[in-house]
């Protein structure tokens, strides 16, 4: 599903872009026939994004917040050097299950460590440091994921918000639903601290990419 692209340029994109196997398809054709919002699911484009960025960064740690169906942890899993780890959390069950499976499959569930509960409850009982850090969890706590991981963040680490545009309603003034101004919030909180740069990229529905200026020092815990 596109999200800011026009369609047909996301479907050339996504035919561009090295295929992600059997696995993967299947994945995406059971998470369309069993949730509600396959569109949750991030898809071939932002999985071998995220993918490129655990390789670039040599991550050995990485934290996800929101697992859904598998289809990002695995990407990224699949991605780390020997003994790398993925920590993914999420309060759904079901499609927690779903990702469990798949993992299992792709010979990765050895390189998942599912937390299963509140995300920001997860957040305080880690150490850091994750040189890739993914949120891609309920919106209304963005500026709260965002400040929770921050001090974990390694030095050269990339933090990843997605779905940052929200279908291009955070451009439109008119727009005050709770969710939008939520992701307002935190593309504002970003842009303004002293502490990060960062890149707000138009890929699907949006990522935010964010990592510390140089010579910043490590956030307080």
């Known amino acids: ?9 996301e479907e050339y994109a996504e035919e561009h872009t090295s295929p992600d196997g059997e696995l993967f398809e299947r994945l995406a054709a059971e998470t ?3 949730t509600t919002v396959p569109q949750m699911m991030v898809g071939r484009l932002e999985g071998r994004f995220l993918g490129v960025l ?18 990002s942890s695995i990407s990224m899993a699949l ?9 993914t959390c999420d309060v759904n069950e079901e499609t927690t299950a779903i990702a469990r499976r798949y993992a299992e ?17 997860t957040i305080a009982q880690l150490d850091g440091p994750f040189e890739l850090v993914f949120v891609d969890a309920d919106k209304e706590n963005y500026v709260n994921y965002y400040e929770a ?3 974990l963040l390694a030095p050269g680490g990339v933090m990843v918000v997605d779905n940052t545009l929200w279908s291009g309603r955070v451009a439109d003034p008119e727009d005050d639903e709770e969710t939008t101004r939520a992701i307002r919030e935190l593309n504002d909180r970003v842009r303004d601290d002293p502490r990060v740069e960062n ?15 140089e010579g910043s020092p490590a956030p307080a815990p």
């Open 32 to 34: 369309r026939e069993k």
């Open 1 to 9: 599903m596109s999200f800011i692209v026009d369609p047909r340029v």
């Open 54 to 71: 655990v390789r670039s960064l040599r991550a050995r740690r990485v934290l996800e917040l929101g697992t859904f169906t598998g289809y």
């Open 105 to 121: 499959e792709a010979g990765v569930a050895d390189r998942i460590d599912f937390r299963f509960g509140p995300g920001l409850e």
């Open 79 to 87: 991605a780390l050097p020997p003994g790398g780890r993925v920590i």
């Open 149 to 151: 991981t921050l001090p």
């Open 199 to 213: 890149v707000l990229l138009t890929v699907r529905d949006g990522m935010n990419l964010v990592w510390r200026r």
